[in-house]
């Protein structure tokens, strides 16, 4: 079945450890983003792709990296320099420009506890 | 001009009961209005969307309300049931960009 898949499920870190949240679409969908949900404070975007090879800051980059060296992957790495990184880290991915836009889907979510 | 203010952050209704959520905007050049859906432990899912051309717009229960001259819209949920429980999103978009901004999100409850 066509969607997006996050991995791990659950991951738990000690301070001053990066770590790495995969997010992998078969969908065929040329732009990948990733949000942060905190209680109360909605889906903050952190970064997004619109094509392989590039990407742009969202609202809440710093202490986050990301890569796109394939059009169905895209990794998001929490650095230890992001001071307070315990979340719920949803990756999402549309159709891109050009097409009905605005629908996004998102995948099952990777919470990540820093112990 | 790019926030998306939504209310109220939660919401406790009786099954049968019509809960309405709203949201404004400020950035006019908006034209797309999502509301998103969100079991707890999933991400969340379009549940239906609007264009300004339309007031309105039905898919089941779920009705949009859109008011382009005060920059509001809303969802109403016509009977709703406790598997509607869960935490709704509006958002926003430029149809030739690339980003959604959400609001805040509001927790609905529908007590049985």
């Known amino acids: 079945d066509g969607g997006i898949t996050q991995s791990p499920k659950y991951l738990f870190r000690k301070e001053g450890q990066n770590v790495t949240l995969s997010c992998e679409q078969n969908l065929n969908h040329d732009a990948m983003y990733w949000y942060r949900q905190d209680p109360g404070q909605g889906l903050r975007l952190i970064y997004y792709s619109q094509i392989v090879n590039d990407f742009q800051k969202g609202d809440i980059a710093e202490g986050y990296s990301v890569s796109r060296e394939k059009k169905e992957s895209f990794p998001l790495t929490v650095t230890s320099a992001q001071k307070n990184p315990t979340a719920f880290y949803l990756c999402a991915s549309s159709p891109g420009q050009g097409e009905n836009t605005g629908e996004l889907f998102f995948g099952e979510g990777s919470r990540l506890t820093v112990l | 001009q790019q926030q998306v203010k939504q209310s109220p952050q939660s919401l406790i209704v009786q099954k049968g009961g019509i809960p309405i959520i709203n949201c404004a905007y400020e950035n006019t050049a908006f034209d797309y209005f999502p509301w998103y859906q969100q079991f707890p432990g999933k991400g969340p899912a379009l549940l239906i969307a609007i264009r300004p051309d339309v007031s309105e717009k039905k898919e089941g229960r779920f009705t949009i309300s859109f008011n382009k001259s005060a920059k509001q819209f809303s969802l109403h949920i016509m009977d709703s049931q406790p598997g509607d429980s869960a935490t709704y999103f509006c958002?926003?978009?430029?149809?030739?960009?690339?980003?959604?901004?959400f609001g805040e999100g509001t927790q609905l409850t529908v007590n049985p």
């Open positions: 958002a926003a978009s430029i149809t030739s960009g690339s980003r959604l901004t």
